[in-house]
């Protein structure tokens, strides 16, 4: 039995079918066009992550092969011999057996990449509320999207920083870096005083439990205990103790052999209603737009700071600063480093203890 379509319904169906073949053959947003954008875009990310791991090793001084680059970018040896063999198609790569290195442009591109990430991260750090956590991922999708103008114009509104907030050195526009200086936290020895000068934010598990540690860049360690699995040490007043993988992740300068203070920094939280105190400091896990904040609240090194009064609930507390009183919520007031303000009597028995004098 033949099937005879009345005029509107093919017009309708033709109509459908022009409709489904545009949206297919579309010039510029068109279903193939936007798979050939998307698949262009994997391809060069692709590219651009391999380029910034070799740059990362040869900057370190680390081997860089075939099996250590699909290992980072967490894909099959298969796919990262596709991906080097077009980087040296143009002529970014060099490999020699297993070793790869960059070639001049290959470095050049490779510094514009990490410029555009350490720049997007410490702006993420500074100029937001955006968790530590997700700085390194924000960064990574922002700079295969940014151009170097746009980010040279970040970077001065920021006044171009020089560290990025893991402590890693920016390039500057020159793509200019200093030498590498440091060693693992893992390389040191029992009674070995470092300061960290960068934590690695990769892979992001190992990242995840060294914040919540509270290990930031600045933080002076002592060495306490070395076995072949961990590694103890204690930094701000804690004891820490982390297997070597983890400890690897942490590169340190080691410092001039001196006693070293298990004093913790007091925390303008253990302030009684009352007590007077002098900040110090905040801590660097403060960031962005709560640490300028604070700040602009007077909360800077050498203001005077008294507990006025504490909630019903004890959260959150006020506090006498500048003439003003402001409430603080623990959380904030766990972040600002103070020392007590003691009276004369007490800053005697205080001066006695110190000198050892009974």
């Given at each position: ?220 360690v002592y ?70 904040r604070l ?63 009974s």
């Amino acid at each position: 039995m033949e099937l005879i379509l009345n005029p509107i319904t093919s017009l309708i169906i033709g109509t459908v079918f022009l409709i489904l073949l545009s949206w297919i053959l579309w010039p510029r947003k068109g279903l193939i066009s936007l798979w050939s954008k998307r698949s262009k875009n994997t391809k060069q990310k692709l590219q651009e992550d391999a380029l910034k791991f070799i740059f990362d090793c040869e900057y370190k001084h680390k081997s860089c092969g075939l099996h250590t680059i699909s290992g980072n970018m967490n894909i099959s040896t298969n796919k990262a011999a596709k991906v080097l063999g077009q980087l040296q198609s143009i002529g970014l790569i060099v490999m020699k057996e297993d070793q790869i290195r960059l070639t001049d442009a290959g470095r050049s591109d490779a510094l514009k990449i990490i410029r555009i990430h350490r720049i997007w991260e410490r702006y993420l750090a500074d100029e937001t509320a955006i968790d530590n956590l997700e700085w390194h991922q924000g960064a990574d999708s922002q700079e295969h999207l940014m151009s170097l103008k746009e980010v040279d114009v970040l970077a001065a509104t920021m006044g171009n920083p020089v560290f990025d907030p893991h402590g890693d050195p920016i390039p500057t526009t020159n793509g200019e870096l200093p030498t590498y200086q440091g060693q693992s936290l893992s390389s040191l020895k029992e009674g070995d005083i470092a300061r960290i000068t960068h934590i690695e934010d990769e892979p992001s598990t190992i990242y995840a439990q060294l914040v919540a540690l509270d290990l930031h860049p600045g933080m002076e360690v002592y060495i306490m205990d070395v076995t072949d699995e961990n590694i103890q040490f204690a930094a701000n007043g804690k004891e820490c103790i982390l297997n070597i993988l983890f400890a690897s992740n942490i590169t340190v300068e080691k410092l001039s052999k001196i006693e070293p203070t298990q004093k913790k920094y007091q925390t303008l939280s253990s302030l009684n209603v009352g007590d007077k105190a002098q900040v110090i400091g905040i801590s660097p896990k403060c960031r962005g737009q709560e640490r300028i904040r604070l700040m602009d609240l007077g909360i800077v090194p050498g203001t005077e700071i008294s507990a006025v009064l504490k909630s019903a609930f004890g959260d959150p507390t006020a506090y006498k600063i500048m003439g003003a009183t402001i409430a603080i919520r623990k959380k904030q007031a766990d972040n600002i480093y103070i020392k007590s303000m003691l009276n004369k009597n007490e800053q005697t028995a205080s001066m006695r203890e110190l000198s050892g004098v009974s």
